[in-house]
Structure formats: structure tokens, C-alpha cells
T-cell receptor
Framework: AQSVTQLDSQVPVFEEAPVELRCNYS??????LFWYVQYPNQGLQLLLK??????LVESINGFEAEFNKSQTSFHLRKPSVHISDTAEYFC???????????????FGKGTLLTVNP | GAGVSQTPSNKVTEKGKYVELRCDPI?????LYWYRQSLGQGPEFLIY????????DSGLPNDRFFAVRPEGSVSTLKIQRTERGDSAVYLC???????????FGSGTRLTVV
């Protein structure tokens, strides 16, 4: 079974500082990788995803994540955060092989990013 | 609709009661998923529908949980004889077939007292 480890449950940073949210997964097969964000009192939103091709993927609001197959990691980074980035971030993995069109996700426990002024 | 709609947004029920949670997916999305998010945890998969059929119900915790999607659109998650441990946010998501990365609803917060 898949598992996803988010190594930090909480990450406090100051505005305009860089941030990295770590994610490792366990899988012996090829996978799809995702980062979802949950702003306070809102639903989960897809931030970015890795399906194939370039191992570096970017979101429209300045986040990026790099798929590292040898380290089974998919860490999320942003060079300069804003207060509005305060949210909970979830890493998730979906099997590439098997299941037909079923792309069920296995989520990590989440990392609460708090950006302080 | 513009997004995945879940009703009610909040539900408080007494232990032992029956509850139904509704999910209205994005129009045209044939794939529908239910997840459960307990406090301090990430969402956990419950069940997947492709059209009207439950193609994967391996995440349902026990036989008190059941879900239907009779016309391939709206889905209802049903929980019998609720227990305090069922308290969680129940999330629904939908997508086109074979689409990775789906759209989540805002969830139903279920509290069993």
C-alpha cells in the first residue's frame, strides 16, 4: 500500500522568506504526485501535479515542486512567501499502474504553513 | 454547477442515528470519489464511482457505510448507527474519466454526539 510522509506538521516563516515543505512517498511503481492546498475554512484545491515529463512542475502562484525518483520525494518550494500563502498543504500520490480509471489518492497528514509579518 | 456541491455543510447527529450526506458533482464528470478527513489527518479514500457503479469501495471502514449514485450524477453517502468515531469532514470530489487531479467540494462536517 502507498504511504506519504510529510515530515513537518507545522512550518512557521516570515513574509518574503523562502520555504520548503517536504514530502516523501513509498512506492515500488510509477506514480502521479500532487500538492493540494486548503486555505482556512475552504475546500481542498489542486496546487500542482506531476504526471510525466519534466521533473520540475510549477503553479501559477509561484510554488514549484521537483519529483526525485531516487529519493522518492516531491518537495514543495517557494522562494518568497506571502501572508496569503498561510494554509495547510497536503502531498498526495496516486498509482500509475492498475486500477483502470481509478485514480484514488493517498494523502499525507498535511503541513500547516503559517506566514508571519 | 460551477463546482462540486456538498450538503449539508454541517451535520450534528446523535450516536446511533442514520445520516445521509449529499454530493452534487460538476456536470459531465463521470468519476466521483468520497474521502474522509479526521482532525489532524489527511483525507482518506472511501469509495470511487465510475458512472453509476461503485468501482472501488475498499476504503469504506465497515458495513455501516454505504454510498449510491443511481443516475451517475448526484451521490449520497449513508451512515447507519453512527458512532462518535465517525465524526469527521466528509469530502466529495469529481473528475472526467481518466483525469488525474480532481475537484473537491467544501465537505460536510459531521459531528456525532
Amino acid at each position: 500500500a502507498q504511504s506519504v510522509t510529510q515530515l513537518d506538521s507545522q512550518v512557521p516563516v516570515f513574509e518574503e522568506a523562502p520555504v520548503e515543505l517536504r514530502c516523501n512517498y513509498s512506492s515500488s511503481v510509477s506514480v502521479y504526485l500532487f500538492w493540494y492546498v486548503q486555505y482556512p475554512n475552504q475546500g481542498l484545491q489542486l496546487l500542482l501535479k506531476y504526471l510525466s515529463g519534466s521533473t520540475l512542475v510549477e503553479s501559477i502562484n509561484g510554488f514549484e515542486a521537483e519529483f526525485n525518483k531516487s529519493q522518492t520525494s516531491f518537495h514543495l518550494r517557494k522562494p518568497s512567501v506571502h501572508i496569503s500563502d498561510t494554509a495547510e498543504y497536503f502531498c498526495a500520490v496516486s498509482d500509475r499502474v492498475g486500477g483502470g480509471s481509478n485514480y484514488k489518492l493517498t494523502f499525507g497528514k498535511g503541513t500547516l504553513l503559517t506566514v508571519n509579518p | 454547477g460551477a463546482g462540486v456541491s456538498q450538503t449539508p455543510s454541517n451535520k450534528v447527529t446523535e450516536k446511533g442515528k442514520y445520516v445521509e450526506l449529499r454530493c452534487d458533482p460538476i456536470s459531465g464528470h463521470t468519476a466521483l470519489y468520497w474521502y474522509r478527513q479526521s482532525l489532524g489527518q489527511g483525507p482518506e479514500f472511501l469509495i470511487y464511482f465510475q458512472g453509476t457503479g461503485a468501482a472501488d469501495d475498499s476504503g469504506l471502514p465497515n458495513d455501516r457505510f454505504f454510498a449510491v449514485r443511481p443516475e451517475g450524477s448526484v451521490s449520497t453517502l449513508k451512515i447507519q448507527r453512527t458512532e462518535r468515531g465517525d465524526s469527521a469532514v466528509y469530502l466529495c470530489a469529481s473528475s472526467y474519466a481518466n483525469s488525474r487531479g480532481y475537484t473537491f467540494g467544501s465537505g460536510t462536517r459531521l459531528t456525532v454526539v
